[in-house]
């Protein structure tokens, strides 16, 4: 039961993985940490895995390398403070959450299917399980929420994306500030669902057809990799310096074969236009309105890049549309999502405790 109902405030504790510097589903988890503390809800972070830093440790890292979390975080030996909702957040997560009882309720908080990222066999299937344990699902997009539904009968409600105003705009300065043709690969050669091979074969088609293009490929460190075209390759970057690259760009290739990642929006609200795969994992946010949509096969999306390289007034449409697409989403809109989710999943009334 909840400690105060009255108060509308929730006790939630997150079960999490490892932290690292950059990982865009630790950033989603906390953002909502960060905002859900600034609507009064009392928390508390439970590090599972092999880290050989201490709580007080990862949390400075937190607060560095993602929100200045005021919530304490620690390393989970077994167990956990009495809570009105517990979250899960990745699968192996899950299977630690199965075990503790002093909870209200527990909840899912799914940001891909993470059983697709493992061929047909044993991790496949210990990550599949995870969905049908009766935890309630918070899914980052609708795509994901229909799938578990459908397939495994999980309970799920959706929210959606936004992006950083701080970081991302058309308006600042550019990485490259002339006005060449220039095309951007968000390449990602050990994760297999972001198309690697797809779009190098893509962008090798249109190099053939327009050999003055520019290639800038970004998404990991630099090494040495062979590549059938000319390209340059800047390594990771900083969230600012990504923003300057995206301003300079014609377009950008951006494939998913399961969830969306956050560049698509990121792109357009820095005023570049969007070339990806068409598909339920895709278009549950993307459309054709603000994205140039192709079948994933390299013939389709380079056609997909080259209507808009040569087609300056189609390019800029897709431009204009996207941009207003970006400035319509809002992360504290969808926190609000987020919150309104675990009132109803803890079946009390939401409390606007915004002036509480």
């Known amino acids: 039961m909840l400690e105060n109902p009255n108060s509308g405030r929730i006790r939630i504790n997150w079960i999490i993985p490892d932290v690292g510097q950059g990982i865009g589903g630790l950033l989603n988890i906390f953002r909502t940490v960060y905002q859900l503390e600034q609507r009064g809800h009392k ?27 005021a919530t304490e975080v620690e390393i989970y030996t077994g167990d956990v403070i009495d809570s009105d909702a517990l979250i899960a957040t990745s699968w192996r ?27 047909e066999g044993s991790l496949c299937e210990f990550a599949k399980q995870t969905y049908r344990w009766g935890f309630k699902g918070i899914t980052l997009g609708q795509w994901i929420a229909d799938v578990l539904t459908k397939q495994f009968s ?33 390449a ?8 690697f091979e797809l ?24 090494q040495s990799i062979q590549l059938p075209f000319p390209a340059v390759l800047p390594g990771i970057l900083a969230p600012s310096d990504l923003a300057a690259l995206y301003r300079s760009c014609t377009l950008a290739l951006v494939l998913s074969h399961t969830n969306l990642s956050m560049l698509p929006l990121e792109l357009m609200a820095c005023g570049c236009a969007v070339v990806s795969n068409c598909g339920p994992n895709v ?20 056609e997909a890049m080259l209507v808009l390289l040569e087609n300056r007034q ?12 970006a400035e319509n989403t809002d992360w504290n809109t969808e926190i609000k999502k987020i919150e309104s989710i675990l009132y109803r999943y803890l079946n009390i009334p939401a409390r606007d405790i915004d002036n509480a």
């Open 43 to 69: 928390q508390r972070i439970y590090v599972v895995g092999k880290s050989h830093a201490s709580g007080n440790q990862i949390k400075e890292l937190v607060r560095k390398h993602y929100f200045p979390i």
């Open 93 to 119: 997560t899950a299977y630690v959450a199965r075990t503790i009882a002093n909870t209200a309720r527990k909840l899912y908080f799914v940001q891909d299917l993470e059983y697709l990222f493992y061929p």
């Open 154 to 186: 999980m309970e799920c409600s959706a929210f959606g994306f936004s992006y950083d105003r701080e970081i991302y705009s058309p308006q600042g300065t550019r990485r490259f500030p002339d006005e060449k043709r220039r095309v951007l690969f968000y």
């Open 188 to 195: 990602r050669p050990s994760t297999d669902r972001r198309g």
């Open 199 to 222: 779009g190098i074969l893509a962008l090798s088609l249109v190099a053939k057809k327009m050999p003055l293009t520019e290639f800038v490929l970004v998404g990991f460190p630099p």
């Open 283 to 302: 278009e549950w946010l993307l459309s054709e309105q603000t994205t140039q949509l192709a079948s994933p096969t390299p013939e389709a999306l380079a």
């Open 314 to 325: 189609l390019c800029a449409q897709k431009v204009a549309a996207g941009l207003t697409f």
